[in-house]
């Protein structure tokens, strides 16, 4: 198993414009976060998925992101109509339900966007 | 609600220096504590952690001792390296039973180690 993994690693877009980022877990994890961090600051989480349901979301999910783990594997967070307070750096984790074993959650490398 | 306050930086010191970073927290009922590492042009990785009052977490000479008194987590490392240079963040994962357990990270500390 290589890891978690992001793509694309980079994303330029121009305000107003849709993104779409996608997240590989580690295959046996059930739980995939979701996790934001800007310059100077540490990650903030933005949501969590069990399996394909998302059972949670941060304040900070505004009406216009919105992610999918659709059969329980790999994840979609999608941005609309971008902004330039939405350029970041875009986080993955993965890891086991507690009580399968260990808890820690595994960081893909991120997805940095910039919005023009 | 659950936060994480870390030592700002950066902090510069010369190989073989005793390191300290000092993290405390605000957290409801007993949270686990990380110390998570990012390494320059790499992701976020696990350093170490503890899960109750007064356990050490330890890893690559890095030790921290969870202190419920002083709500603390202070990392440390007796004689650092170049390699050691990174970006280190403290976090805690405070969910209630059968919760997210999503991660809440204090801002960074980055530490340069100069030969």
């Known amino acids: 198993d290589t890891g978690v993994s992001q793509n694309p690693r980079h994303k330029i877009t121009k305000r107003g414009q849709n993104v779409t980022f996608r997240c590989d877990p580690i295959s046996e994890h059930n739980r995939l976060y979701w996790y934001r961090q800007t310059l100077g600051q540490g990650p903030e989480f933005l949501t969590y998925?069990?399996?394909?349901?998302?059972?949670?979301k941060s304040r900070l999910l505004s009406d216009r992101f919105s992610a999918e783990r659709p059969k329980g594997s790999f994840s979609t967070l999608e941005i609309q109509r971008t902004e330039q307070g939405d350029s970041a750096m875009y986080l993955c984790?993965?890891?086991?339900?507690?009580?399968?074993?260990?808890?820690?959650?595994?960081f893909g490398p991120g997805t940095r966007l910039t919005v023009l | 609600g659950n936060s994480v306050t870390q030592m700002e930086g950066p902090v510069t010191l010369s190989e073989e220096a005793f390191l300290t970073i000092n993290c405390t927290y605000t957290a409801t009922g007993y949270p686990s504590l990380f110390w998570y590492v990012q390494y320059p042009g790499e992701g976020l990785q696990l350093l170490l952690k503890a899960t109750k009052a007064d356990d050490k977490g330890s890893n690559k000479g890095f030790e921290a001792t969870y202190r419920k008194e002083t709500t603390s987590f202070h990392l440390e490392k007796g004689s650092v390296q170049v390699s050691d240079s990174a970006v280190y963040f403290c976090?805690?994962?405070?969910?209630?039973?059968?919760?997210?357990?999503?991660?809440?990270f204090g801002k960074g500390t980055k530490l340069t180690v100069n030969p």
């Open positions: 998925f069990q399996n394909e349901a998302q059972l949670e």
């Open positions: 984790a993965s890891s086991l339900v507690p009580g399968q074993g260990t808890n820690e959650q595994f």
């Open positions: 976090a805690l994962s405070g969910a209630p039973e059968g919760g997210s357990e999503k991660l809440v």
